[in-house]
Nanobody, 125 residues
Framework: QVQLVESGGGLVQAGGSLRLSCAAS????????MGWFRQAPGKEREFVAA????????YYANSVKGRFTISRDNAKNSVYLQMNSLKPEDTAGYSC??????????????????WGQGTQVTVSS
């Protein structure tokens, strides 16, 4: 089992940047593929980005491609989401998630077994 704790959310103006972090504890972090999801009030949870266990493969939602970058540091048991050129529509609660590693990309929430509590990102216009 792995425990996940997000940090780095906050209030930022449109066009600004934030870097989210997700710290993992428990079993070996490199055993997991990691993902970021977000959920805005009244909307369904949506995929944002994912990264394979070794960091070689990354995947992004079309809405964030070119603006967000997912990365990980297995030595620090952490995954990150660098968010640039933020827009008001990026406002949401952001959660990181972990799934047992495999060769397939994971962009569905049901593919992830472990979730953090989330961190709020608010982008003002």
């Amino acid at each position: 089992q792995v425990q996940l704790v997000e940090s780095g959310g906050g209030l930022v103006q449109a066009g600004g940047s934030l870097r989210l972090s997700c710290a993992a504890s428990g079993r070996t972090f490199s055993s997991y593929d990691m993902g970021w999801f977000r959920q805005a009030p009244g909307k369904e949870r949506e995929f944002v980005a994912a990264i394979s266990w070794g960091g070689a493969r990354t995947y992004y939602a079309n809405s964030v491609k070119g603006r967000f970058t997912i990365s990980r540091d297995n030595a620090k048991n952490s995954v990150y989401l660098q968010m640039n050129s933020l827009k008001p529509e990026d406002t949401a609660g952001y959660s990181c998630a972990a799934a047992a590693r495999s060769l397939s990309p994971k962009m569905g929430a049901l593919e992830y077994a472990y979730w953090g509590q989330g961190t709020q990102v608010t982008v003002s216009s």
